[in-house]
């Protein structure tokens, strides 16, 4: 069974960085695709980023192409967003998501698209 883990979560200032870590158990990288997703209160979960690992491909929303990033290190098993120039809209709970089912380009942004999630870590950015 594969489970998902986040961590690093926290308060961040305007401006700033932030790096939240994916651990995954149960499963590797390949054949996979991981995506982040985040949810304010009373809102939709809204896609942030994805990537289908063994195609090289990323994928972004569009409020934060060219601020986040996501990565991964096989080592460790572990799938990244790292956020940088952080903006108070930016706050919300984040989640990772994985799948291991082939999904076509428009339906990495799809809830609906992943099997595995992981119970999320909370970013706030304020000063």
């Known amino acids: 069974q594969v489970q998902l883990v986040e961590s690093g979560g926290g308060l961040v200032v305007p401006g700033g960085s932030l790096r939240l870590s994916c651990q995954t158990s149960?499963?590797?990288?390949?054949?996979?695709?991981t995506a982040w997703f985040r949810q304010t209160p009373g809102k939709e979960r809204e896609f942030v980023a994805a990537a289908r690992w063994s195609r090289g491909s990323t994928h972004y929303g569009d409020s934060v192409k060219g601020r986040f990033t996501i990565s991964k290190d096989n080592a460790w098993n572990t799938a990244y967003l790292q956020m940088n120039d952080m903006k108070p809209e930016d706050t919300a709970h984040y989640s990772c998501?994985?799948?291991?089912?082939?999904?076509?380009?428009?339906?990495?942004?799809?809830?609906?698209?992943?099997?595995?999630w992981g119970q999320g870590t909370q970013v706030t950015v304020s000063s």
């Open positions: 998501a994985s799948t291991y089912r082939g999904i076509i380009t428009s339906a990495v942004r799809s809830i609906s698209s992943y099997d595995y």
């Open positions: 149960g499963g590797t990288f390949r054949g996979a695709t």
